[in-house]
């Protein structure tokens, strides 16, 4: 039932965007080339900030600590404002694009109220995804999955791009024959269909690592806050007072982090592949102007400024499972509380 629902969570906002770009580009098409492009850069704003919200709602409980409550609030915080500006600039960018283009006026008013309706549901609906989730109480400290089992899930991933390839490449085929389309048409759609590949693999590699991420958000037992006690002795080398539990907790912690950092590597790449592709059929229309260049530059700034600090977690993560297995395990079977270095 909880794989059904983040289907169909994956699914529903899929399709949303997917509208929201369609409708964009039917009923838009008669504004201004700088118009239309700063519409499809805003438009998907309108539904991030609600998914983001939503995913935090399903995966941390705010009730479990004060720290972890503070925490949760103040991101909570944040992200509706910044997404209520985000989506104040998106509501200018669409109006001005809908009187330019002389399209109706409930197209804004549907893609504005759509993302309103998606904000206001998607705390609660994240609470009750939550609530549904059974806890996860194994006692061993092995919680590192067998080598066979991650093979199994990238596997799961390389055959997914292989099928998305395939697939989008005889619609491509198809399409190009059918309309009889040359040159950069037949370009465009064909970076386009390496979107949908990019962004399907992207969403299989999420779907896959679904156990990995609950196993580690397992470890702090729902609370962000403890999780963030981990981050900063397993990750920062603070030297906190862990009890026994937390330091059974800080070593399940550095053992399945290298795991799901790698996985979020891929997803990564993925998405800024399918991104990328994305702005490169612009390029290929012509209808390549200053914000998709600042955008595309901005996303290889952002990955080369995260790819670094993730790969030196995951060393540290390994450095301090090598380094402490044996004392955690000594202090889970009896031994007394004691700082970790």
Not at 179 to 185: A, I, N, S, V
Not at 219 to 233: E, K, M, P, S
Request: proline share 6%.
């Amino acid at each position: 039932m909880r794989l059904l629902a983040y289907l169909l969570t994956v699914v529903v906002l899929t399709a949303r965007s997917l509208g929201a770009g369609l409708l964009v580009a039917l009923q838009l098409d008669g504004a201004p080339q700088g118009l239309r492009v700063a519409t499809s850069i805003t438009t998907p704003f309108l539904v991030l900030g609600p998914m983001l919200i939503g995913a935090f709602a399903g995966y941390w409980d705010h009730r479990s600590s004060p720290e972890g409550r503070r925490y949760l609030r103040w991101w909570f915080v944040g992200v509706v404002g910044a997404d209520v500006v985000a989506a104040v600039v998106a509501a200018v960018v669409l109006v001005l694009a809908s009187v330019a283009a002389g399209a109706p006026s409930w197209v804004p008013v549907v893609l504005i109220a759509g993302a309103a309706v998606l904000l206001a549901v998607a705390r609660p609906l994240g609470d009750r995804f939550r609530r549904t989730e059974p806890v996860d109480d194994r006692p061993g400290d092995d919680v590192v999955p067998a080598p066979t089992i991650v093979r199994r899930k990238v596997r799961t991933i390389a055959v997914t791009f292989a099928i998305a390839a395939a697939v989008a490449s005889m619609m491509h085929t198809l399409l190009a024959t059918l309309l009889r389309e040359r040159g950069p048409d037949l370009a465009q759609e064909a970076f386009l269909a390496g979107q949908l590949t990019f962004t399907a693999t992207a969403i299989a590699a999420v779907l896959v690592s679904l156990p990995f991420s609950r196993a580690l958000r397992a470890t702090g037992g729902r609370d962000i806050g403890r999780l963030r006690r981990f981050a900063q002795v397993v990750l920062r080398g603070k030297a906190l007072l862990l009890d026994a539990e937390d330091q059974r907790g800080a070593l399940r912690y550095a053992r399945l982090l290298p795991l799901v950092l790698r996985f979020q590597l891929a997803f990564t790449g993925l998405l800024y592949g399918g991104i990328t592709c994305q702005f490169v059929s612009y390029a290929v229309r012509g209808e390549l102007g200053l914000l998709p260049v600042v955008f595309l530059l901005l996303m290889a700034a952002v990955l080369l400024w995260a790819a670094p600090p993730t790969l030196r977690r995951i060393r540290r993560a390994r450095a301090y499972a090598d380094l402490h297995g044996d004392g955690a395990r000594s202090a889970v079977d009896g031994g007394a509380p004691a700082p970790v270095p």
